[in-house]
C-alpha cells in the first residue's frame, strides 16, 4: 500500500488497516500484483498495476513520467530469503509483462535501484537494474544515479509494437 496511497494516509493506517486495504482491492477483483510458487507454495510477489495506481508516482520528482503513454509499473518485490538470488526477480518481471499483455497493456515500467555498493536486500525492494536487464527492460530515463527508470515495450505476434506504441 506504501506506492498506492499518500504517505500520510499510509502511516495513519499502519499495520492491519494497509492488509485491509490491499485485501479491499483483492476483494473488488483487482489484481494488485503477482505471485510466485515453488512447489505449491508462495515464495515471492511483484507488485504490477496502471501507473495511475500508484498515487507515489505521481508525486515524484525522480520517477515523474516519462512522457505521455500509458504504462503499467512495476512497483516492488518480495521474495522469501531462502530464494534470493536464485533467478526469481527475473521470472517475476518475465511473468509480468505477460500479466500485463493479457490485459492489453503495451508498455511495462520499472523503477529499480543500481546501487554503488553492495545493499542489504531490504534495500532494494523495487528490484535491481540488472534483473530488469535480464528479462529484456531497457533503460528510458534516469534522474538520479541510482534510480533509473526501465521499460518493456510489448510485441504482437508478428513482432510489431502494438498500435498504441507506433510513433507517426
Do not use: H
Not at 501507473?51 to 503499467?72: T, Y
Request: glycine share 8%; with cysteine.
Amino acid at each position: 500500500m506504501w506506492w498506492r496511497l499518500a504517505r500520510s494516509e499510509y502511516n495513519k493506517q499502519k499495520g492491519e488497516k494497509n492488509r485491509r486495504s490491499m485485501r479491499a482491492i483483492v476483494d473488488a477483483g483487482q489484481s494488485p500484483g503477482i505471485l510466485a510458487y515453488v512447489e505449491g507454495e508462495p515464495v515471492a510477489w511483484c507488485s504490477v498495476a496502471p501507473r495511475e495506481s500508484f498515487a507515489a508516482l505521481e508525486r515524484s520528482r525522480v520517477l515523474k513520467p516519462v512522457d505521455s503513454r500509458a504504462v503499467w509499473s512495476i512497483v516492488c518485490f518480495f521474495v522469501a530469503k531462502g530464494y534470493r538470488r536464485k533467478g526469481i526477480s527475473v521470472e517475476l518481471l518475465k511473468a509480468a509483462i505477460d500479466f500485463v499483455r493479457k490485459r492489453g497493456g503495451r508498455i511495462v515500467e520499472g523503477y529499480p535501484v543500481e546501487p554503488m555498493k553492495d545493499q542489504p536486500d531490504a534495500f532494494v525492494w523495487t528490484g535491481l537494474a540488472s534483473a530488469f536487464a535480464k528479462a529484456g527492460f531497457v533503460e528510458v530515463e534516469r534522474r538520479s544515479e541510482t534510480r533509473p527508470i526501465m521499460r518493456y515495450e510489448i510485441r504482437d505476434r508478428k513482432g510489431q509494437e502494438g498500435k498504441r506504441n507506433k510513433r507517426k
